[in-house]
């Protein structure tokens, strides 16, 4: 077996990261590169030594890298940015094993790409559409506020953008960085019709911003909203003061899952989302005109809330394990399978205007409280005191037993 070692460089602007990445490829005897890679050679250190254009296919690259190490001959492979990053070393690992390679890793593509539009990355999704599908780009830019995605010839940026458009995509900033580091870098900035209708280098990486993310990332410390703050129907909105003590009850995480079943105007998941901008909120109300309205509801207040359109408790199978669960709807039947997809230390708030449904929720959840609310109303040069309908609440973290 080969003691030879492979050595991966990762590049930016022809510059390498560190002295020891400078001496693997001085002292290396088989250069592997890119055309753009190998021309940063000095000419003074390309004597003597053997260079391997990364071109096309890359078995046959693979081959010729086997045959050297195998002989005992020190490789480097070059690479853009940070080879481990969606790069090289995961097929090098996979061919010749993970101890025989050291890696020296350059900034990688996307991190130089959201440090050109002067943004933290940390909390974005990045994907990659290399010998992969658009469809889970086409998503992840649908659900999530800050996406990259590293384009490919078969997936050019153009091609994503007629395939955002064709998805019925929400609006985002859009910004296509090309060829960092080097002379000709191109970093354009656009939207998704201009991403659709342009022609753009296929090796980019194309960064998505929600525009309406910026506004959400500080929590708000107001809650229980009016309801002339929501669009709804007939009535088909949590008033003011349950939501108030219904947000108070589900104690919301900083992340994690919220589900809003039977969400009707959408005014619960909304002002989760308001407070916990990272939680991921999903509303599910199995009417299309409600359900479109609470998309037009989030958007109004500036947050990502995930519409989910059918009945539950059947549409909650396609949907990820909830850290908390709101139930405006649904029956007991849903808050029964709401229990039993609920995660370690997760709680289930739940109102009623039925008390036998009320009781049968607090036999689940443990806890029961009725809210009255009387609002003022005008009458003569005074005012007088107006009741609304009672609400139950009830909230817990949900047994399917009976509480002894």
């Known amino acids: 077996m080969s003691t030879a070692r492979i050595t991966v460089v990762g590049t930016h602007g022809g510059q390498y990261f560190g002295a020891d990445a400078a001496d693997a490829v001085r002292c290396a005897s088989v250069i592997v590169g890119s055309p753009r890679h190998l021309r940063f050679i000095d000419p003074p250190e390309a004597g003597g030594r053997t260079f391997v254009e990364m071109a096309g296919g890359l078995s046959h690259v693979l081959d010729t890298i086997e045959v050297a190490h195998h002989d005992g001959r020190h490789v480097c492979v070059l690479s853009s940015g940070d080879p481990g990053f969606f790069g090289i070393v995961r097929l090098l690992g996979e061919r010749f094993g993970r101890d ?24 974005a999704v990045v994907v990659s559409a290399h010998g992969r599908p658009s469809d889970t780009a086409i998503e992840s830019i649908q659900l999530h506020a800050k996406v990259a995605v590293l384009t490919a010839p078969l997936q050019p940026p153009q091609s994503l953008g007629a395939a955002l458009i064709h998805a019925g995509a929400p ?12 002379p000709d870098e191109s970093v354009i900035h656009t939207d998704i019709e201009g ?11 194309v960064v998505f911003i929600d525009p309406m993310a910026e506004r959400a990332e500080t929590p708000s410390l107001a809650w229980g909203l009016p309801e ?13 003061e349950v939501r108030a003590v219904a947000l108070g009850k589900l104690d919301l995480p900083v992340t994690g899952v919220l589900w809003d079943v039977g969400a009707g105007s959408g005014s619960v998941a909304i002002e989760c989302a308001r407070m916990r901008p990272r939680l991921r909120v999903f509303a599910i109300e199995r009417n299309e005109v409600d359900a479109a309205r609470i998309g037009d509801n989030a958007r109004r207040h500036g947050v990502s809330v995930e519409v989910v359109v059918g009945s539950a408790p059947p549409v909650l199978a396609t949907l ?11 029956g007991i039947e849903a808050l029964d399978v709401s229990i039993a997809r609920l995660t370690s230390g997760g709680v289930v708030v739940a109102t009623h205007v039925i008390v036998d449904r009320a009781a049968e929720s607090w036999k689940r959840l443990g806890n029961m409280v009725q809210i009255g609310v009387s609002r003022g109303r005008a009458i003569a040069d005074g005012v007088r005191l107006e009741a609304e309908n009672p609400v139950f609440l009830t909230w817990g973290p949900g047994t399917t037993a009976d509480p002894v």
């Open 228 to 240: 002339s703050s929501f669009a709804y129907r007939n009535g088909m909105i949590t008033k003011s």
């Open 171 to 182: 609006a985002r900033r859009v910004t296509v960085a090309t060829k960092l580091g080097e």
């Open 320 to 330: 990820p394990d909830p850290s908390r669960v709101f139930i405006g709807g649904g």
């Open 100 to 123: 025989a390679l050291d890696v020296h890793p350059a900034p990688s593509s996307v991190s130089l790409a959201f440090a050109r539009i002067g943004l933290t990355w940390d909390d």
């Open 195 to 205: 991403l659709a209708s342009g022609e753009f280098d296929p090796m980019s990486v």
